[in-house]
């Protein structure tokens, strides 16, 4: 029944079902309140994801209910498009010639702290879940690893911070969240694998086999499509920006139709195009490039962000308490430990020994995507195993560590400029400036 039809028969509630279940307009939908809910986090001062996540819990089947459980559904394809291009996005931020300039000590303090963390917070984990120990431990520890640098940049930024710590710390943001990405693109398939042969005898062979195929597939398919990419994007560079953004949405469409279809890795496939991207190209010339994807990137993520909050069980929020907070203070005291032993080792100042660990705290963006992957990848093996068990999973990690997120980013800024007041690099006016507006 068209429109004209259910005016003339006054039959609006006809109308009204049949443009819930339209894709455009529900796409539409999701990219209105999605900006709505990305603006009132701004205000808020909390990330834009967060925003959006939230906004798509309340528009969900779990709450308000204006998405139905069929018409998420329906978004199945999109998902999977979306998946592909935040893979490409975490790509396009590992630059290997920025790490390369990180020094050798950089390199072994960033290594131990990431390593300590990683197993305190998986030890944790596995301590406390019941069910699917080891899958809940791998993923939580290798999320835990990544540190999110905006608060760091806007303390330096703004007050214009300087010294040993800040000149430790600016290369450790870059090269930690690089070790924490590439720790969690091998570490996914390795958890889907067991769990979905829980309670299975499961030789080293088979735990192995699988997921290295699919890591291994993954990265030379990316490869050679990377390096096609980067080819044809030289030899266009005198070109007009629909041409650029063309060339990398086409070399990434095939990318993930074949990843998809070959069931390869939905991450670490599109990841490595972005690597080579980010590697292969003159620096001016990538950071172009980048402007122009992310104009089609930002949208794609918006949309798959709030669908992502709308499929999240609100239900298991009070469940995971414990969890959370698990996992909020046992990373806290990973990165501490592990800064400060490293730190000592290398015969650091004791403000760094002491103060360094505070300062990689904060965590956003980057755990958020790799939540979303998590969630992503257990509902697809839900489906695929008829077991409802497996998106309880997903939701669990996306839940925990959307509300770390929060707790991170309320209190990250208010600790990094207490650590870098601590330490003696906040410049005198600054922290009187600090003091005063504290009294006010």
């Known amino acids: ?247 990398v949405v086409v070399g990434l469409f095939f990318g993930i139709g074949i990843g998809h279809a070959a069931e390869m890795s939905a991450i670490l496939l599109p990841l490595t195009i972005g690597v080579l991207v980010s590697n292969k190209l003159d620096p001016d010339y990538m950071y172009k490039v980048k402007d122009i994807t992310d104009a089609i990137i930002l949208p794609l993520l918006l949309v798959f962000f709030t669908l992502s909050g709308a499929e999240l069980d609100v239900a298991l929020l009070p469940r995971l308490g414990e969890l959370g907070l698990i996992y909020i203070f046992v990373r806290i005291i990973g990165k501490m430990i592990g800064s400060s032993a490293s730190t000592k080792i290398m015969k650091e100042k004791k403000e760094v020994v002491k103060f360094l660990g505070v300062t990689l705290i904060p965590q956003g963006g980057v755990a958020i995507d790799m939540a979303i992957l998590v969630e992503f990848r257990f509902l697809q093996l839900a489906g695929e195993l008829d077991n409802p068990h497996f998106a309880v999973i997903g939701s669990t990690v996306l839940t925990v560590i959307l509300a770390a997120t929060v707790v991170y980013k309320v209190f990250g800024e208010i600790i990094v400029k207490w650590a870098f007041k601590k330490a003696g690099e906040l410049p005198e006016k600054d922290q009187d400036y600090i003091e005063h507006q504290h009294m006010i």
């Open 1 to 247: 029944m068209n429109f004209i039809l259910a005016i003339e028969t006054l039959d609006f509630a006809i109308f009204i079902e049949q443009l819930t279940s339209n894709i455009l307009f529900n796409i539409a939908l999701l990219l209105t309140l999605g900006i709505i809910g990305g603006k009132l986090a701004e205000l808020a001062r909390l990330p834009k994801v967060t925003g959006y996540i939230i906004m798509g819990i309340i528009i969900g089947p779990n709450a308000l209910g204006i998405m139905s459980h069929e018409v998420l559904s329906s978004f199945k394809a999109f998902k999977i498009l979306a998946l592909g291009f935040i893979g490409f996005n975490i790509g396009m931020e590992l630059n290997f010639k920025r790490l390369k300039k990180t020094g050798k000590e950089v390199l072994f303090v960033t290594l131990s702290q990431a390593i300590m963390t990683f197993l305190l917070v998986a030890g944790a984990v596995y301590l406390f879940v019941d069910e699917y120990k080891v899958t809940y431990a791998l993923i939580f520890g290798a999320i835990a690893i990544v540190t999110t640098p905006a608060p760091i940049l806007v303390c330096i930024k703004s007050y214009h911070v300087k010294g040993r710590l800040t000149n430790l710390l600016c290369p450790m943001v870059a090269l930690d969240d690089a070790f924490g990405i590439i720790v969690f693109a091998f570490i996914l398939p390795i958890s889907i694998y067991l769990a979905g042969h829980s309670g299975e005898v499961i030789s080293a062979g088979n735990l192995l086999l699988g997921p290295m195929l699919e890591i291994g597939l993954s990265i030379i398919i990316g490869s050679i499509l990377g390096l096609i990419i980067v080819y044809i994007l030289n030899h266009f560079k005198k070109g007009d920006n629909l041409s650029l953004l063309l060339i």
